[in-house]
Nanobody
Framework: QVQLVESGGGLVQAGGSLRLSCVASGRTFSSYVVGWLRQAPGKDRDFVAV????????YYANSVKGRFTISRDNAKNTVYLQMDSLKPEDTAVYYC?????????????????WGQGTQVTVSS
């Protein structure tokens, strides 16, 4: 099983940018599909973005499409989420998580290993 640690969260003004990192332990990280998901206060955990094991395929939630970019560096066991043009409604705890196949990638219940999360707060 892979262990995940997120970092890069913080407080930013609307319109600003942040880059989140998700560092994994384990030699098989490159074989996993990795997603970013988020949970706002009082809401369910939602899908944000996902990237295939090779990085060739990426998918995004409509709410972040064109503003967020997911990428990975398998040599560094790291997946990134570049977040630009941030909005107050992006405020949430952001998690990275793995799954073994792309499938129904927006189904948060199909992700297996999860990190502890990193807080992102966007002020208006």
């Amino acid at each position: 099983q892979v262990q995940l640690v997120e970092s890069g969260g913080g407080l930013v003004q609307a319109g600003g940018s942040l880059r989140l990192s998700c560092v994994a332990s384990g030699r098989t990280f490159s074989s996993y599909v990795v997603g970013w998901l988020r949970q706002a206060p009082g809401k369910d955990r939602d899908f944000v973005a996902v990237i295939s094991w090779s990085g060739a395929s990426t998918y995004y939630a409509n709410s972040v499409k064109g503003r967020f970019t997911i990428s990975r560096d398998n040599a560094k066991n790291t997946v990134y989420l570049q977040m630009d043009s941030l909005k107050p409604e992006d405020t949430a705890v952001y998690y990275c998580a793995t799954r073994t196949y792309m499938g129904s990638y927006s189904n948060v219940n199909e992700y297996t290993s999860w990190g502890q999360g990193t807080q992102v707060t966007v002020s208006s």
